[in-house]
């Protein structure tokens, strides 16, 4: 037991806890004044819903004893067995709890970061019932899969330092099942729909990037240098991004705080597979090409007028993959001597694991997602009344309002 | 006889506005903040990725009531310090005005509309209650 490995971890769990908060400001200022707390909801309620659900089941799923490399058995359902103790799986040096609740922050925020592609016109109880379904359905196990003891994907030696494939890959393909799903706004593409206020945006991507320290170097799980480099890792990759974007939203007009702000989180989102096992100026790569990578998605998705609102799987699954297979080209061994060399130093064989880990998160998150959503479509419908959206979802379904 | 002006002016221009309007003596006005279009159509904003159009442009809407006799002067300082000459410079609509009452004084018609120093005082006509 390390006591400088368990303050950080702490405190990042704190950092990481502050991400929802921070991400429900990013998408409520981006939503139509009527929806603003509606958006706020749909990312606050996770730390309530996975904050009992994690402590349930959730975390046994996820890294339960193994059975065939697919999911985790019941025996810490409850937290039963998960005390002040090091775990030698997970925690050498830290409380095992601590090590479950800093993942818990993890399965919070990801189905939170899903809310951006069906913002301003989902059914309450059933995006309840969705939640739900997804984490244990979807994150449980994949969580299993690439950091689980036992897990097929981490058996293979996939390298996903802070969640690339588990948290933005998976979350950006779901939202893109879901926008398929529930379809688009009543007005899209007619209307313009204009950020009410995108003051809290840039707040709330601030508050990420803070939080996103916790995020990436916390997942070192120790007070050490690969922490550190993780940190610049992801400092790097958001400055870079955030410049790239500027200039390219520059070079179609002006230079929008709301694209700088967005490129910063996209930035953020590419480095966090790399951030343990790369360079800082392998994360200036990522980061100048994940803007670009994010950014002409952006551009086609609008193209083909798909309304995922909040442009999610732009944003998190796009840079996200880029950034899982740049993990497989840069990563070395330098860095981080529990991770392995990329194919750039010579290890052809870790850019196929990570290309497969792409295709196989993006495969089932999408998929499984596409399935869940359209059963509760069929069954007790994705969307409020035309009337509800028309109105606004703040006074809809919540009967509050957010200025008055 | 009392009319009521609005104009609906561009939101850069509301300052020009009401100096020319002070320079004339025109006291009383106020304003709202408002949405809408004419010919001007739309603007572009930045968005994430790339532009888009907004077409209900933030304008503003100066509301006075003033005396029929310094109609024409108030609407000549109007169209000069509201003017750019692009699409968008907005509209003045003129409407007829049954009846003002100031509630403090019990003022009625023209009375209610006039102030110490202001367009009829300077032209030496009415009589301005001292307050």
Request: hydrophobic share 50%.
């Amino acid at each position: 037991m390390n006591s400088g490995d368990t303050a950080w971890i702490l405190v990042s769990c704190a950092l990481v806890l502050m991400m929802t908060p921070a991400l429900a400001l990013f998408y409520g200022g981006m939503v139509r004044r009527k929806n603003v707390l509606s958006t706020l909801t749909l990312s606050y309620i996770f730390m309530a819903l996975i904050g009992v659900q994690w402590v349930l089941y959730g975390y046994s799923l996820a890294f339960g004893t193994d059975i065939g490399g697919l999911i985790g058995g019941l025996n810490f359902a409850g937290f039963n067995g998960v005390g002040a103790l090091p775990n030698e799986d997970y925690s050498k040096t830290i409380p095992h709890s601590l090590f479950a609740a800093f993942q818990m922050m993890f399965a919070v925020i990801t189905p939170a970061l899903i809310t951006g592609a069906f913002v301003e016109r989902v059914q309450y109880k059933s995006f309840l019932l969705f939640s739900l379904l997804w984490a244990t359905l979807v994150y449980d196990p994949l969580c299993h899969w690439v950091w689980g003891q036992g897990g097929w994907l981490k058996q293979m030696g996939v390298l996903d330092f802070a969640g690339g494939t588990v948290v933005h890959i998976a979350a950006g393909f779901s939202a893109l099942a879901f926008a398929l799903v529930i379809g688009p706004r009543k007005g899209f593409g007619k209307a313009p729909m204009e950020p009410h206020n995108i003051t809290l945006t840039v707040l709330g991507a601030g508050l990420l990037w803070v939080g996103w320290f916790g995020f990436n170097a916390g997942s070192a799980l120790a007070a050490n240098g690969v922490a550190v480099n993780a940190l610049l890792t992801t400092n790097t990759s958001a400055a870079t991004a955030g410049l790239v974007w500027m200039l390219l939203s520059w070079l179609d007009g002006r230079p929008s705080p709301l694209g700088i702000a967005t490129g910063m989180v996209v930035g953020l989102a590419a480095v966090t597979p790399a951030s343990g096992f790369v360079t800082p100026l392998a994360a200036m790569v990522i980061g100048a090409v994940a803007a670009p990578i994010s950014y002409y998605t952006m551009r086609f998705r609008d193209r083909r007028k798909l309304d995922e609102s909040l442009d999610v799987w732009a944003c998190h699954g796009m840079a996200s993959s880029w950034g899982t297979l740049a993990t497989g080209l840069f990563a070395t061994v330098a860095v981080n001597s529990d991770g392995a060399n990329g194919l750039f130093l010579g290890n052809p064989k870790q850019f196929g694991i990570q290309a497969l880990a792409v295709v196989v998160t993006i495969i089932f998150s999408f998929t499984v997602t596409y399935v869940v959503a359209k059963l509760l479509d069929w069954s007790i419908g994705l969307r409020v009344t035309p009337i509800e959206e028309e109105v606004g979802l703040d006074i809809s379904s919540h009967g509050e309002r957010s200025y008055s | 006889m009392l009319k009521k002006i609005e104009a609906i002016i561009r939101e850069d221009k509301v300052n020009d506005v009401k100096d020319a309007l002070a320079e004339i003596g025109i006291v009383g006005l106020n304003i709202f903040e408002i949405r809408g279009h004419g010919r001007q159509g739309g603007i572009k904003l930045s968005g994430r990725a790339g532009t888009y159009m907004v077409d209900m442009l933030p304008k503003i809407q100066v509301n006075i009531i003033l005396s029929e006799r310094n109609l024409e002067e108030t609407i000549q300082a109007i169209c000069k310090s509201a003017y750019t000459g692009e699409p968008g410079d907005g509209l003045i609509f003129v409407y007829p005005v049954e009846e003002v009452i100031r509630i403090r004084t019990r003022e009625r018609g023209q009375d209610a509309v006039m102030y110490p120093g202001d367009i009829d005082a300077r032209k030496g006509r009415g009589h301005v209650k001292e307050t």
